[in-house]
């Protein structure tokens, strides 16, 4: 019998599932409500009524991806800032419990899922290591290491958003200043926004989500302010992949999320400013690429996970 | 029959040689000048006659750090900007044909040499992933992960020295500003001096390579101004380690190099700002050692160079 695996990926508004076969093929895609917010008990509910949607494709495995730093060998979430009352929550064997079924779960955090959707299926396809940043609220990531994700010591690595470029910097919501975070976010351009009075006053009435967009769109019309925040964004996120790239040597470079709608106004400076701080060997070859499956990502990536869970490729 | 391995440091000044058996156990020393910047045929040929002080001892490899970027697999150094006439050079080959003898060879860069070296029998030991550190004339680095040296697609990785603290800072030999070495280095040292109008006076007479440590002794007689000099230094090296432990969530960070013989003046301070800088699950753990071996690091890892060419353990 063919095998084929379940991904699922929880957003803070949405869970998405996507079936695929071993062959990569998508089968089947479902999407419901999350209400994360609402705590642990809502989503396991959630969770299980859209695996019951799937009752009847006889997956081999299950691979979920989380907004929280998991324990992938016990199957814990150990903690999940945006799910109410999760610490050391064991979560697949509650969730296996309340589907009441015998097919193995296993969980990743959702940043890696998305790291690893588009490495296998997306920008990052035919690459041998890569690193994914995803512009969305925060500055997040992932890290693909000779084809295995890095999680690290105790699976809190790919925090690149806590990189610092500049010791003296913004306070940062994880205790430092000047992390890259508090430059290239949705957080960092809310504060940028504010805190500049021509552009604070064109853009009052936008919704802290809607932001972003909004100073896009003031960009394209030529509004120099908002074309000079972009720019800015831009060469600070060359900052950061510059850090990245000296580091690690990783010759493909995946930008995804929200915020990379905005990609043709700031890619430019991000370039220009990635080819002056990376050393010649190490952006040899260098390719920077924008991510290509968008909220696609998460879900395929775990149907990986739910993949090498069961042994198969990592 | 017992194996045995010769490891091989090529330093700006000194080569140094040892040979250990498959246990571990230092069974000879020996050392040579390098000659490196004269050129490499006469690097070659201080190579081959301290190899051939060896030849009773029956090694089954021989492994070799070199001050530059080697291409592993074929045995050519890439590139060595302190030895005058080598790009592509083919190495091995070379040496072999000069030795005149079958013993397999393996090149290694020096600074991952340094790493395994501390990774095995040193401050590293026991440890499952390490960063190291390296404070010379430079700020140098070897990363290990699950046991392993992370030398990136194309043999760049770890040059820990180019991760950007201030976009704005000193200009770097790299291309970029404000990389870290220019803060935390002999040479940023170099510059700090010079640019302090009062330890300029008073360290007038001090050669460059002295430099660090004169200043060391000047904080020690409790000059405020040389202390002030090492806590900025020890800041900085704490926002290194910040953005490296964030990134990769190794726990254990080696610090070696000949600046580390100022440690007691700059390593509260730079625990300080790590402390304040890395995220909680990434520094939950985290140990910040001096590295153990000294000059010995770098020819002991060579010998693991060769063990791991042979097959053994990586």
Redesign the interface.
Known sequence: MKRKFLGIDIGGTNIRAKVISGEGTTLGERKTRSDARMGISRLMENLAGLIEGFAGEGVSAIGIGIPG?VDRASGTL??APNIANTRNFPFTEALSEKIGAATPVFIENDASCAALGEYRAGAGRGS??MIMITLGTGFGGG?I?DGRL???????????G??????LGPPCA????G?IETYVSQVAIKRIVREHPELREKLADAEDEALPERLAELAREKDQAAISVWNDFG??LG?GI???V??????TVVVGGGLSGAWELFIGKALEEAE????G??K??LQVKRAALGDDAGALGACYVAESGLGGRP
Chains 1, 2 share one sequence.
């Open positions: 730093i150990v903690q041998n290591s890290i290491l890095w999680t690290g010591e105790s699976g809190f690595a790919g925090e690149l806590h990189m610092t470029i500049n010791p994880g205790g430092g200043r992390c060469t600070n900052v510059s850090i990245l000296n580091i690690l040597d990783v010759k002056t701080r990376c050393l060997g190490a040899r070859g």
